[in-house]
């Protein structure tokens, strides 16, 4: 009896430590579920001014399916249109464009959309977002190459210069002619986080996850294109979707635009206007 009486008041004596010890553990988890998410900025649509731009999505054509049978007709400047998958955990989006031209403009819509039955949604539109380019750098550059090939420069690769050993990393490539397997491909390479001037006219060599590939083009420009931030943009909301926020300091400086997507799967960028080449930066959270 009396070994029953202490083993009964050892246990009540060590429940408070423990579910102490519980609730601890508890607030822990709980405060991880409240951390923002830091995802890094992702190119969401890339336009070229000389190109033919999309017009906006007629309400006959806002669906997913449509959309990737007009980007595969190519027609009209459709095939510019771009798809962007949301990532799961984003709740809100962050907007900012770039251009390589000050005071350039350009012009985008967006639509959303949550997936259904066997892959395909309705389109709905978030809204517009006009932008003026200002003059505060970005880590994004571009420069026009010829002598090409027979390798094709992939996203991620590092560039140094044969020359000047100066660094960029490879973002996308877009030709003007020529092939990479012919070994004369000419086009306009876009580069991020170069480490400083290339020298005019200077070939380059690409290390791709370790492998280095030699002479893989040549620089046909005397150095790098700045991309420079938006300063400015004027948001017009749709008659759907979440609520928007807009930065739009107009002092050369970077504006932004935020949009609550409410879940949606899909985001499509319409870029019915611009009068330089553009590209559309996006984050979450």
């Not at 988890?29 to 409240?34: I, N, T, Y």
């Not at 998958?85 to 012009?107: C, E, K, L, Q, Y």
Request: charge should be negative; glycine fraction near 8%.
């Amino acid at each position: 009896m009396r070994k029953a009486t202490l083993l009964i008041l050892l246990v009540a004596l060590a429940s408070p430590l423990f579910a102490g010890r519980s609730s601890v553990e508890k607030t822990k988890v709980e405060a991880r579920r409240l951390s923002t998410n830091q995802d890094p900025w992702e190119i969401a649509e890339s336009e070229n001014s000389g190109d033919t731009q999309a017009t906006a999505l007629a309400v006959t054509e806002r669906t997913k399916t449509l959309v990737d049978a007009a980007i595969a007709a190519a027609s009209s400047g459709d095939d510019n249109i771009s798809i962007f998958i949301m990532p799961s955990h984003w709740n809100a989006v962050r907007f900012r464009d770039i251009g390589i031209t000050d005071a350039a403009t350009t012009t985008h819509q967006i639509y959303l959309g949550s997936l259904v039955a066997g892959g395909d949604c309705e389109l709905s539109h978030a809204g517009q977002l006009a932008w003026t380019v200002g003059t505060q750098t970005s880590i994004y550059d571009q420069i026009t190459f010829t002598s090409g090939g027979t390798y094709e420069p992939r996203p991620g690769d590092t560039v140094t210069g044969v020359t000047s050993t100066k660094t960029a990393v490879v973002v996308s490539t877009v030709l003007s002619g020529g092939a990479w397997a012919d070994g004369d491909a000419a086009g306009t390479i876009t580069y991020r986080s170069a480490s400083g001037a290339f020298t005019s006219g200077e070939k380059v060599s690409i290390n791709s996850r370790g492998t280095v590939k030699a002479d893989v083009l040549t620089h046909a420009a005397s150095d790098l294109i700045d991309f420079e931030l938006a300063d400015t943009v004027l948001v017009t909301p749709g008659a759907w979707g979440g609520a928007w926020t807009a930065t739009s300091p107009a002092n050369n400086t970077n504006a932004e635009a935020e949009l609550d997507v409410k879940g949606a799967n899909y985001m499509i960028v319409v870029t019915t206007a611009t009068t330089v080449d553009s590209k559309l930066l996006v984050t979450g959270y």
